[in-house]
């Protein structure tokens, strides 16, 4: 029986690091491996994609889309996932449906910019449920069942110009 004191790694496990620039016996010294002169010889080297001026291959592509910055980030719910949690007993169909009650229940890992309720599958029982969005065919699921969708997103309504 080993002793605490006595653990260590088989023979082998372990390989040192490469020793570099420390002498002319370890074949790795002088210029360290690194060849002779220029940038790369040198430390603190950054010219990763850099191709001595030519315009680089990054650069020649052509760019497609576009990255919306202000876009939000919801937590997207269909209903199927809301029946399967409430057939577990994971939620509670009786008390109000929000987004902490989703992330205790498991159906949502985080909250995000919000959450987006989907109508894909079919919710068979009575639900109230407070979302930041929810498409017109979830709502329309969840009423028909006999519950409610409160969204709490603002709307921005453009205010028409009339001459």
Do not use: C
């Not at 209903?79 to 057939?87: C, F, G, N, Q, Y």
């Not at 979302?131 to 409610?148: C, M, Q, R």
Request: no cysteine; net charge positive.
């Amino acid at each position: 029986m080993t002793k605490l004191n006595e653990i260590r790694d088989n023979e082998g496990a372990t390989k040192g690091r490469m020793r570099v620039g420390r002498g002319p016996g370890s074949g790795k010294g002088k210029t360290a491996g690194r060849g002779v002169k220029g940038q790369k010889s040198r430390s603190g080297v950054a010219i990763h994609g850099f191709e001595g001026g030519q315009m680089p291959l990054h650069m020649r592509m052509p760019k497609r889309g576009f990255n919306n910055i202000f876009a939000k980030d919801y937590a997207e719910v269909n209903l199927w996932r809301l029946t399967k949690a409430i057939e577990a007993g994971r939620l509670d169909a009786s008390k109000p449906v929000d987004a902490t009650a989703l992330i205790a229940s498991g159906v949502i890992r985080r909250e995000l910019d919000g959450v987006r309720l989907l109508g894909h599958g079919d919710i068979g029982v009575k639900l109230n449920i407070t979302v930041n969005s929810a498409t017109p065919s979830a709502i329309a699921a969840v009423e028909a069942a006999g519950g409610s969708v409160t969204t709490t997103k603002k709307v921005v309504v453009k205010a028409t110009a009339e001459a």
